[in-house]
């Protein structure tokens, strides 16, 4: 069974960079898309992009297109999420998810959670001065 560990979370000031990291243990990443979400207290799990297990087609929700990046090295069985210009409002847990592919939704391009399993315990992001 797939299970996926992130990483690389942690305090972040206002305009920097973070990436954080999903690696795959007990089974390879290589033939799951991940999706990378974020949930902030009281609100419910977001989207903010998702790569094929090829790393050819990348999904964005209109919401997150311009500051988040998301890419993948099978060979690691990593994937990664690489936030760009960090803002106070970008605090939360940052999650990831095995899916067979990535499925987006009109009228923004959202990224439904159900889409996805085999979550992480998840990795805190703090955007603070």
């Known amino acids: 069974q797939l299970q996926l560990v992130e990483s690389g979370g942690g305090l972040v000031q206002p305009g920097e960079s973070l990436r954080v990291s999903c690696t795959a243990s007990?089974?390879?990443?290589?033939?799951?898309?991940i999706g990378w979400f974020r949930q902030a207290p009281g609100k419910d799990r977001e989207g903010v992009g998702c790569?094929?297990?090829?790393?050819?087609?990348?999904k964005y929700p209109d919401s997150a297109k311009g500051r988040f990046t998301v890419s993948r090295d099978n060979a690691q069985n990593t994937a990664y999420l690489e936030m760009n210009d960090a803002r106070p409002e970008d605090t939360a847990v940052y999650y990831c998810?095995?899916?067979?592919?990535?499925?987006?939704?009109?009228?923004?391009?959202?990224?439904?959670?159900?889409?996805?399993?085999?979550w992480g315990q998840g990795t805190q992001v703090t955007v603070s001065s």
């Open positions: 790569i094929s297990a090829n790393g050819i087609v990348v």
């Open positions: 007990q089974i390879p990443l290589g033939p799951f898309a």
């Open positions: 998810g095995a899916s067979d592919i990535c499925r987006d939704y009109d009228p923004d391009r959202h990224l439904n959670a159900g889409d996805f399993d085999s």
